[in-house]
């Protein structure tokens, strides 16, 4: 069965300081890719997503990924983070093999910014 | 943008006591829709899947008579909790596919989540 890893549980990072958010999968047979984002007591809101094409996916609030095949990971990355940013960050997952097309979601990370 | 919408927001009930949480769709039609529980600091574990006139399709371990889904309409979805107990006491969150939208397959929208407290 499909799964997702995201393998930091929190990540603390000071305020204009460079973030990546790690994401690894488990089958690299026709996934689909997205990276959400959950402010407290909130719904999730979709940041970006890889279905095919270009690798490296550019989304909402200058936030990217880059799909990386060989590796079967989805990365986040932010160049400079704001405080805003705090919030919870969900990798997952989509395709024939998570059961007609589920989405599977990782455990989460939280991105604290730092001050 | 496709928008889905939950009612209510949050709601406190007592136990024993059944509760309605209500999921639209506000602007494109819900052939599918999913029901989520995530429990504080926790993802989302995923409850059922139901379709449009269809029974819902409940993941394993979840009590099905205990959660009663009900997809009416294209822009509707019930989840209801019956004979709440603390233990139910979590944050649910629907979200919405239309599949006849360009990458439906793909692609789902989440409500805001309700917030359901048992006492």
């Known amino acids: 069965a499909q799964s997702v890893t995201q393998l930091d549980s929190q990540v603390p990072v000071f305020e204009e300081a460079p973030v990546e958010l790690r994401c690894n999968y488990s089958?690299?047979?026709?996934?689909?890719l997205f990276w959400y984002v959950q402010y407290p007591n909130q719904g999730l809101q979709l940041l970006l997503k890889?279905?095919?094409?270009?690798?490296l996916v550019k989304g909402i609030n200058g936030f990217e990924a880059e799909f990386n095949k060989s590796q079967t990971s989805f990365h986040l990355r932010k160049p400079s983070v704001h405080i805003s940013d705090t919030a919870e960050y969900f990798c997952?997952?989509?395709?024939?093999?998570?059961?007609?097309?589920?989405?599977?979601f990782g455990a989460g990370t939280r991105l604290f910014v730092k001050a | 943008g496709a928008v889905v919408s939950q009612h209510p927001s949050r709601v406190i009930c007592k136990s024993g006591t059944s509760v309605k949480i209500e999921c639209r769709s506000l602007?494109?039609?819900?052939?599918?829709m999913f029901w989520y529980r995530q429990f504080p600091k926790q993802s989302l574990m995923l409850m059922a899947t139901?379709?449009?006139?269809?029974?819902?399709?409940?993941e394993q371990g979840v009590e099905k008579d205990k959660f009663l889904i009900n997809h009416a309409s294209l822009t509707l979805s019930t989840l209801t909790v019956t004979s709440a107990h603390p233990e139910d006491s979590s944050f649910y969150i629907c979200?919405?596919?239309?599949?006849?939208?360009?990458?439906?397959?793909?692609?789902?929208?989440f409500g805001p989540g309700t917030r359901l407290t048992v006492t």
């Open positions: 979200s919405a596919r239309d599949l006849l939208m360009g990458q439906g397959l793909y692609e789902q929208y």
């Open positions: 089958s690299s047979v026709s996934v689909y």
């Open positions: 890889y279905l095919s094409g270009s690798t």
């Open positions: 997952a997952v989509s395709g024939p093999n998570t059961g007609g097309f589920k989405t599977i």
């Open positions: 602007d494109f039609q819900a052939t599918t």
């Open positions: 139901s379709n449009e006139g269809s029974k819902a399709t409940y």
